[in-house]
């Protein structure tokens, strides 16, 4: 997200805590970051909600960029979330393919590929946070 600290590792970590309005108790927020290839990840936890802001590069696809490093042969992760900016096409198992683009809120189910359409670069902020955290901590 727009504060999570960067540094020269692939991954970046942060931890603040700060006061909760009406308790005055603490609450911890964890920011975390990861890049590989055409891809960049943010995730922020704050108490029991996590939140990631998902970037592709124009010329990113899911089986060319990830797929070596998650090991499958298709995404196994569910995504929720929505389209910031740019447009993703996402082609499901069972062949089905969807395209998404700014403003759309979306429901990725397991067992598909996805690709950058166009020369934007695709942002997406998604809140199913086992995604978030899985992409972004490997």
Not at 41 to 57: L, M
Not at 60 to 83: E, F, I, M, N, Y
């Amino acid at each position: 997200m727009g504060g999570a600290r960067a540094n020269a590792s692939p991954n970046a970590r942060g931890r603040d805590c700060v006061a909760h309005r009406r308790t005055g108790s603490a609450l911890w927020i964890d920011k975390f970051s990861r890049e590989l290839g055409k891809t960049r990840v943010d995730v922020v936890r704050i108490g029991g909600t996590t939140a990631g802001r998902f970037a592709f590069e124009p010329g990113w696809r899911w089986s060319d960029c990830v797929k070596p490093v998650a090991g499958t042969d298709s995404c196994q992760l569910r995504h929720v979330g929505v389209v910031h900016s740019g447009r993703l096409a996402v082609e499901h198992e069972d062949g089905t393919e969807v395209e998404i683009g700014p403003g759309e809120a979306y429901v990725i189910e397991p067992g598909h590929d996805a690709w950058v359409v166009g020369d934007e670069r695709f942002v997406g902020f998604e809140f199913e946070s086992r995604s978030a955290e899985e992409y972004a901590t490997g």
